[in-house]
């Protein structure tokens, strides 16, 4: 195994719902010894706290749509400031837009951005046949990771739970979100000399292997980060 290169310790994970990008982010934050930084998760917190924040977010999210950038800008700087995050983070699921990207480069600079590619028809499947653990938080999926009993958790025996976003229609609008708005990020922090390209397909531990040959990996190049 190949340890990631020290330098390389700002990172935003980009790529479509359902690449994996928090299953792996995970994993490098605890390599690299920073902070996981999910704004979905942080949001999804907020919604089961009952937070002002949460209640405002959870209709958008719900129906797939972006939460508004001020919502999620409050939570997210609020994290970003913690002493933690001062030398390095894995951002994952943020920026979603380009006005978030251009927050994003007022309050720091980046190492790398990882964009996680993966087939539409593979994504959708990965999202709609996902099933979560309300108990303990496992994830299993009904084709690739299915439970020993059907709907039921093989550690907790809980009936398993699907994310109201993981539902058909809202993955739909999920997916299109992305296109239309996410996607346009590769071209900007491509011309900034930042983008890495990953495969994601395969099993999470092939996934994890590449990623840890592309962050030892010099940058392609210098570039102004500026928008
Ligand atoms: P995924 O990337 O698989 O869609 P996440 O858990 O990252 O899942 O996000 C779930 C939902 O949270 C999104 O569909 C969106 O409603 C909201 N969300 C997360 N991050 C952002 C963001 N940066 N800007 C706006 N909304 C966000």
Same mark, same amino acid.
């Given at each position: ?6 330098? !390389? ?63 999620? $800008? ?23 837009? /380009?006005?978030?990207?251009?927050? $994003?480069?007022?309050?720091?600079? &980046?190492?790398?951005? /990882?964009?996680?590619? &993966? ?63 996410? !996607?346009? $990020? /590769? ?29 030892? !990996? ?10």
């Amino acid at each position: 195994m190949t340890a990631p290169a020290a330098s !390389a310790r700002r990172l935003v994970f980009l790529g479509p719902p359902g690449a994996g990008k928090g299953t792996q982010a995970a994993i490098v934050a605890a390599e690299l010894g920073v902070p996981h930084l999910s704004t979905g998760d942080m949001l999804r917190a907020a919604v089961r706290e009952g937070t002002e924040l949460g209640k405002a977010a959870d209709a958008h999210m719900r129906a797939g749509g972006l939460v508004p950038d001020a919502l999620v $800008l409050e939570i997210l700087g609020e994290r970003l400031r913690k002493p933690d995050a001062a030398t390095g983070f894995v951002l994952d699921g943020f920026p979603r837009n /380009l006005a978030q990207a251009k927050e $994003l480069a007022r309050r720091s600079p &980046l190492d790398a951005v /990882l964009w996680f590619e &993966l087939p539409r028809p593979v994504l959708v499947e990965r999202l709609t046949g996902r099933r979560v653990c309300p108990t303990c938080g496992t994830v299993y999926n009904v084709t690739s990771r299915p439970p020993r009993v059907e709907g039921r958790c093989d550690r907790e025996g809980a009936a398993l739970d699907q994310r109201p976003d993981d539902r058909p229609d809202a993955v739909g609008v999920r997916l299109r979100v992305y296109a239309e708005q996410t !996607a346009p $990020l /590769l071209e900007h922090y491509r011309s900034a000399g930042l983008l890495r390209p990953l495969d994601a397909a395969g099993s999470p531990g092939d996934v994890t292997e590449r990623l840890r040959r592309l962050l030892a !990996a010099p940058p392609a190049r210098r570039a102004s980060q500026g928008l």
